[in-house]
């Protein structure tokens, strides 16, 4: 894993993440007004408009993939995967699938319940990046995740330069970041989809796992994204053999749903590298 800095972004990963989520935040600056896309923060992917067909949505991904190195097409109805996966290996794009867990009313019910009854680990404090957020926090929090596997969003996305939403982040007393996550209103306005966020990117610190401090960070990006950006619909990429991620969706009223996540990789872009866990 590397870390690049530059004068107006931090980002973290392997070379190959990096530069997809580069590639990402152009992209973003060109179509973001179309509500056919979708930016979560780290990769821009495609929802489709009124009409299309299957074979079209697979072809703007496809599209997508080869420009960024990976794509997603999102709520997919599950019976429809073996045509996009079959899409994408004619492309000579490498599939991948993730199970769409998503929730709506249950999702701020559950998360709510969680956060009153919850007694966070003694020193801990739950915060919020801003704007003003050091550089070296931002450094500490992307460390944190990609050791964790998980990629994050490029620090501009983080301290609000994108998507609105949300990146928190648990510390201890001596300032040690241990756990983080976040989410974002990643559909356009105009989109059918306007009132659902993207949620997730969790990771804690391999010293702290086992203390729910994940659930914690989760329900509260819920809580957030309901009350200050009108949120309704919250959804997260789930691998089908990543059943501790799967338990603590449920916990927060998020469960597997008919849908998927259908993406691919660019070998030629992204080698054999995962976009994340």
Request: hydrophobic share 35%.
């Amino acid at each position: 894993m590397i870390a690049e800095t530059s004068t107006d972004d931090i980002l973290y990963g392997t070379p190959e993440q990096i530069a997809v989520v580069r590639r990402a935040r152009a992209l973003y600056r060109l179509v973001g007004h179309n509500p056919s896309f979708t930016f979560q923060g780290r990769t821009v992917s495609y929802v489709g408009c009124p009409g299309e067909s299957r074979a079209q949505i697979a072809d703007r991904v496809i599209d997508l993939c080869r420009l960024q190195g990976y794509a997603s097409a999102q709520f997919t109805n599950r019976s429809h995967r073996d045509s996009y996966t079959q899409a994408y290996s004619d492309a000579r794009l490498a599939p991948v699938v993730w199970e769409q867990y998503w929730g709506r009313g249950s999702a701020l019910t559950s998360s709510i319940a969680f956060l009153e009854a919850f007694t966070p680990p003694a020193g801990l404090q739950l915060c919020a990046v801003t704007a003003d957020t050091p550089d070296q926090t931002i450094h500490d929090i992307c460390q944190m995740s990609v050791d964790a596997g998980v990629l994050p969003p490029s620090g501009s996305v983080m301290r609000g330069q994108g998507p609105k939403g949300v990146m928190l982040f648990v510390k201890t007393g001596d300032g040690q970041v241990v756990a983080s996550g976040g989410g974002y209103m990643s559909y356009h306005p105009d989109s059918t989809r306007h009132d659902e966020a993207f949620w997730g990117m969790l990771a804690t610190h391999a010293d702290w796992r086992g203390q729910r401090l994940a659930c914690w960070v989760g329900a509260k990006t819920i809580q957030i994204l309901a009350n200050q950006f009108g949120a309704r619909g919250f959804s997260s990429g789930v691998k089908a053999d990543n059943p501790s991620s799967q338990a603590m969706c449920a916990r927060l009223g998020i469960y597997q749903s008919d849908y998927l996540y259908v993406g691919a990789t660019d070998p030629i872009l992204m080698g054999t590298t995962a976009i994340t866990r």
